[in-house]
């Protein structure tokens, strides 16, 4: 069966500081991966996709910047976090063509101060 | 403007009774809608999708409705528990798969 892992759960950080956030799906190959951002009693927002290795697709432009280096790792990141950066990020997965449902990690709560 | 609305109120029902969440769209053309669950802190489970060209769709105690005419989707649960309380979310998809466009969600409680 497949999984998704997401780390790290909670993180801290202050502004002006790096960010990495990865993710990693195991029990499939060639997925498309997917990072979302959702703020308190708000929806999804989609910052990123990407249906292959090196394959990015930015749906928001802003400090945030993703990376694919494996078929089933994917990474967030930022040079320099903002205030507003603060939220619940959520990556997830879905089969390409053969399906549309996206399955989620258990996402990281960022809070930067 | 393009819009996806779900009841920003949280909906209270008792248990057994039949829940009816509603999600509005405008100035979008979806090719397919899906609702997922989500628990406090944690990521949103798929539960249901539906097609365009679908008027409805169930699984188990679940009931999904697509009026693509009205712009809506409405998702039932009969015979409520107390363990569907969640936030329920719905997605609007679109041709090519990958991007979804997601509601706020409705804050379902169920009172036993």
């Known amino acids: 069966s497949q999984t998704i892992h997401q780390w790290p759960a909670t993180l801290v950080q202050p502004v002006g500081s790096p960010l990495s956030l990865e993710c990693t799906v195991e029990?499939?190959?060639?997925?498309?991966l997917y990072w979302y951002r959702q703020a308190a009693g708000r929806g999804l927002q989609l910052l990123f996709y990407?249906?292959?290795?090196?394959?990015i697709s930015s749906e928001v432009p802003q400090n945030l910047s993703a990376s694919r280096p494996q078929d089933r790792q994917f990474i967030l990141s930022s040079k320099k976090l903002l205030l507003s950066d603060s939220g619940f990020y959520l990556c997830?997965?879905?089969?390409?063509?053969?399906?549309?449902?996206?399955?989620f990690g258990p996402g990281t709560r960022l809070t930067v101060t | 403007s393009q819009k996806i609305e779900q009841n920003s109120e949280a909906l209270n029902i008792q248990e057994g009774k039949t829940a009816t969440l509603t999600c509005n769209y405008t100035?979008?053309?979806?090719?397919?809608l899906q609702w997922y669950r989500q628990d406090p802190g944690r990521g949103p489970v798929f539960l249901l999708l539906?097609?365009?060209?679908?008027k409805e769709k169930r699984k188990e105690r679940l009931k999904v409705t697509f009026d693509t005419t009205l712009k809506q989707s409405l998702f039932h649960i009969t015979a409520s528990q107390p363990a569907d309380s969640a936030t329920y979310l719905c997605?609007?998809?679109?041709?090519?798969?990958?991007?979804?466009?997601f509601g706020a969600g409705t804050r379902l409680f169920v009172k036993a």
């Open positions: 997830a997965w879905s089969q390409g063509w053969l399906s549309y449902e996206q399955y």
């Open positions: 029990g499939t190959s060639n997925p498309n």
């Open positions: 990407s249906v292959g290795i090196g394959q």
């Open positions: 100035n979008y053309s979806p090719a397919y």
């Open positions: 539906i097609r365009e060209n679908e």
């Open positions: 997605a609007l998809g679109f041709t090519g798969g990958f991007k979804t466009i």
